[in-house]
């Protein structure tokens, strides 16, 4: 017989079990949960209940897992969701289709069939559908998914446990490995316009470099917001990486205005594409600088361009210089046969007298009228000295300079500097052979283009670009006729006033003392635009190809550091070009680098 105080203690211990055992489902998938990696998945379902538990957290299923004929049964849809492999419905073969890392199951519920990576196995063997959902044998499943389970039958309880096994890199077939895509961002959150620092941390286990592909990447942001971005990279042999994302978080502060990013950050040489409505509000009716102006009048020089395109041989321009000269040609064979072109350098005086070359500017003949202006522009700014002496006898004509055949369509500009210690008549002429008899043709006419003789060589401009000076953008006009004056000369042949427009075939030299920090951009406001300028020394090309208009934004043609003892630019407006152009001085603080 077992006491009465006996059967109490055992009545309580059973009460103490049972209450572990109702509790047990939580604690135990507690205690589980931790001792799981955070690669694992693990649930816990109970039969005939609504409530499981996934990683710990409860959850309501739309279907319980059941007990039928002694096999389990467990949701589909749910597992697979939680699981991370695809369950769907395929409306058009009107069958259920899951993917497990190693198998396709395709279960077809109106034929009771279903097929495993092409075998055939018996649908009422491996699943049921309860209440329109469909429940899969969590036996013969675990098998294709590579999950793991435990059935307590004293609480009617399922513990499922899936660790997903990452993709392998090495591929054995191909004896080769796939590239791994990684990156993170220079520090945790950004400013609007602030430039993103993205460090590339991809690697390719075999050592064979690979190429970016990026989604969303931009240098920068100018709104505020979360940014997903994207990377992924394959090596040489196609292999691609799985796709890498990061959020960027852009936070509500102004680094740098839209307007002010470019010209903070190109480079000298670098192209700022703005739309003409950005450029006519902000840049076309910038505020001038104000500069002191010295003419340089060293020069006599004779301009030889209208009829810029001549149709037929002949003289295009003559006149005399005596002592410091500049000789100036722009011309196109519009003619239809090939054509000699040469400038004659007669001495019509009664004793000897010579001609010396100090510099020069020249390209052959060439179809790109914006080519060879800029590029005889170049050789001129180099200041590559050219020493070069022709004795000429009184009385008598020399060929001065004679060219390559002009063929049709083709043209030349060229610069000479030249002293001359007595009076030399210069005569630029086209015909079909070069010779002195070039003197005895027919002077063709004037047909509005710029010829004549101007006593000019070119304009000195000082200008306060310090701290001081310079305390908002300012702009400094090329070439208008108005803030910079066209210089007026006379044209023999006609017996007329001429006019030098767009003052082509001078030099402007632009000082400023201790400039200031600031970025100075060229903006082509009268039209197609291409030439050179040479800063501190430097020759800087705009833009390095093609033509700059005004409708397409500003080249970025120096940049100084406050610590420079000066700046000097030197420009001579090239042929070809249009004019004006402007010259954006732009102050920068301490956000440049």
């Known amino acids: ?189 950004y400013r609007i316009g602030e430039p993103i620092k993205y460090i590339n941390l991809s690697y390719d286990p075999d050592a064979e470099g690979h190429q970016q592909e990026w989604e969303g990447k931009e240098e920068v942001f100018f709104k505020a917001g979360t940014y997903p971005i994207t990377l992924k990279v394959k090596d040489k042999h196609g292999h691609e990486s799985a796709p890498y994302t990061r959020n960027l978080v852009i936070e509500d502060e102004v680094y740098m205005t839209e307007e002010e990013y470019p010209i903070y950050t190109k480079p000298v040489g670098g192209y700022l594409p703005m ?123 020399f060929i001065y300079k004679q060219f390559p055949d002009f063929y049709p369509g083709q043209g030349v500009n060229l610069l000479y500097d030249v002293e001359t210690d007595g009076e030399v008549q210069f005569t630029f002429a086209a015909a079909d052979s070069v010779s002195t008899k070039m003197l005895d043709m027919r002077k063709l006419p004037f047909n509005g283009h710029v010829r004549g003789t101007f006593q000019i060589a070119g304009f000195n401009w000082e200008m306060d670009l310090t701290d001081a000076g310079l305390k908002k953008p300012h702009k400094l006009v090329i070439g208008d006729g108005k803030e910079d004056p066209f210089q007026m000369g006379y044209d023999p042949i006609r017996g007329t006033e001429a006019v030098l427009s767009g003052n082509y075939g001078t030099v402007y030299r632009i000082h400023a003392d201790n400039p200031r920090k600031m970025a100075i951009m060229v903006l082509a406001k009268g039209g197609a635009f291409k030439g050179p300028f040479k800063v501190n020394g430097e020759m800087v090309k705009v833009p390095a190809s093609g033509v700059l208009t005004a409708f397409d934004g500003m080249i970025m043609l120096a940049k100084t550091t406050g610590r420079e003892e000066s700046l000097d630019i030197s420009f001579s407006p090239p042929a070809g070009s249009a004019f004006p152009i402007n010259l954006i001085f732009y102050p920068l603080d301490d956000r440049v680098e």
């Open 1 to 189: 017989m077992i006491s009465t105080n006996r059967r109490n203690k055992t009545k309580a211990a059973a009460a103490m079990l049972s209450l572990m055992l109702l509790t047990a489902p939580l604690q135990a998938a507690a205690e589980q949960e931790q001792a799981i990696t955070s690669g694992t998945s693990y649930v816990v379902f109970y039969v005939d209940q609504p409530e499981a538990f996934l990683n710990g957290e409860q959850v309501m299923l739309d279907s319980p897992a059941v007990i039928k004929k002694g096999r389990t049964y467990v949701p589909a849809k749910f597992l697979g969701d939680t699981f991370g492999m695809k369950v769907e419905w395929d409306e058009e073969t009107r069958t259920i289709l899951m993917e497990t890392p190693s198998h396709i199951i395709t279960l077809d519920t109106e034929n009771k069939e279903v097929w495993v990576n092409g075998l055939l196995h018996n649908f009422d063997d491996v699943a049921m559908l309860s209440k329109g959902r469909l429940l899969i044998q969590l036996r013969w499943l675990s098998d294709y998914m590579g999950a793991t389970y435990t059935y307590n039958n004293e609480l009617r309880r399922v513990d499922v446990v899936y660790a997903k096994k990452p993709d392998g890199l090495y591929d054995p077939d191909k004896n080769n490995s796939k590239p791994v895509a990684k990156f993170t961002f220079g520090k945790s959150s």
């Open 275 to 397: 739309d003409w409505s950005t450029l006519y509000s902000h840049y076309f009716n910038l505020p001038s600088l104000e500069k002191e102006i010295e003419l340089d009048r060293s020069r006599t020089m004779l301009m030889s361009d209208s009829p810029e395109t001549f149709t037929e041989t002949g003289i295009l321009y003559q006149d005399v210089i005596n002592g410091k000269g500049r000789l100036y040609a722009d011309h196109l064979n519009g003619t239809k046969e090939k054509v000699g072109f040469a400038i004659l350098a007669t001495n019509q005086s009664d004793k000897p007298v010579k001609v010396r070359t100090t510099n020069k500017g020249e390209v052959y003949p060439s179809i790109y009228a914006h080519l060879i202006g800029s590029e005889a522009t170049v050789d001129f700014l180099m200041e590559d000295k050219a020493d070069e002496t022709i004795a000429i006898p009184a009385g008598q004509t």
